[in-house]
T-cell receptor, first 110, second 114 residues
Framework: QQQVKQSPQSLIVQKGGISIINCAYE??????FPWYQQFPGKGPALLIA?????SEKKEGRFTISFNKSAKQFSLHIMDSQPGDSATYFC?????????FGAGTRLTVKP | DAGITQSPRHKVTETGTPVTLRCHQT?????MYWYRQDPGHGLRLIHY???????DKGEVSDGYSVSRSKTEDFLLTLESATSSQTSVYFC?????????????FGPGTRLLVL
């Protein structure tokens, strides 16, 4: 039973466009929601994270939107660039337990 | 870079053989984790450690054991490897960032069980 559901599985966006990846969770005890970026052959790297007491967090071109009542959160990548092509994972932490979504492979076409 | 190294980076082995993967950290973090990554499943926790000789099971611990005899090293052992354990294995540490503990990952070990 996957506690964090991520969509879409894959996403193709034109350079300069907006990439949107969505996640939904079930466990209301989750208290921290990070996003990770992974390039081929590398480990996942922390990209941006949010706590449930805020509805939005922005860092450069990356924004997390958080809807606590709907138990959903999303990653928006503005002005997407070919260098953003990677796999993105959402995650949710409750206590010491971190649960990950299945991942979204993003391709940004030049 | 959280000062994490994993060895070996690649390994091919045969079904039924024992395999040990090593995670080494240089920053004296208390918490260490082993995950496996498979297509369609994201990352799933195998075991974790909260101190020397202190370990606990994760979501997919069957067929795996771990040991931590010193702070800097966390070993993952497949006692008798099976083809279903073909995967990419990631070690992680937990580090505080702005008052929140979050996880940082090593480069991974790609394991193929024939």
């Amino acid at each position: 039973q996957q506690q964090v559901k991520q969509s879409p599985q894959s996403l193709i966006v034109q350079k300069g466009g907006i990439s949107i990846i969505n996640c939904a969770y079930e466990n209301t005890a989750f208290d921290y929601f990070p996003w990770y970026q992974q390039f081929p052959g590398k480990g996942p790297a922390l990209l941006i994270a949010i706590r449930p007491d805020v509805s939005e967090k922005k860092e450069g071109r990356f924004t997390i939107s958080f809807n606590k009542s709907a138990k959903q959160f999303s990653l928006h990548i503005m002005d997407s660039q070919p260098g953003d092509s990677a796999t993105y994972f959402c995650a949710a932490r409750g206590g010491g337990d971190m649960r990950f979504g299945a991942g979204t492979r993003l391709t940004v076409k030049p | 870079d959280a000062g994490i190294t994993q060895s070996p980076r690649h390994k091919v082995t045969e079904t039924g053989t024992p395999v040990t993967l090593r995670c080494h950290q240089t920053e004296n973090h208390r918490y260490m984790y082993w995950y496996r990554q498979d297509p369609g499943h994201g990352l799933r926790l195998i075991h974790y450690s909260y101190g020397v000789k202190d370990t606990d099971k994760g979501e997919v611990s069957d067929g795996y054991s771990v040991s931590r005899s010193k702070t800097e090293d966390f070993l993952l052992t497949l006692e008798s490897a099976t083809s279903s354990q073909t995967s990419v294995y990631f070690c992680a540490i937990s580090r505080g960032l702005a008052g929140v503990e979050t996880q940082y990952f090593g480069p991974g070990t790609r394991l193929l069980v024939l």
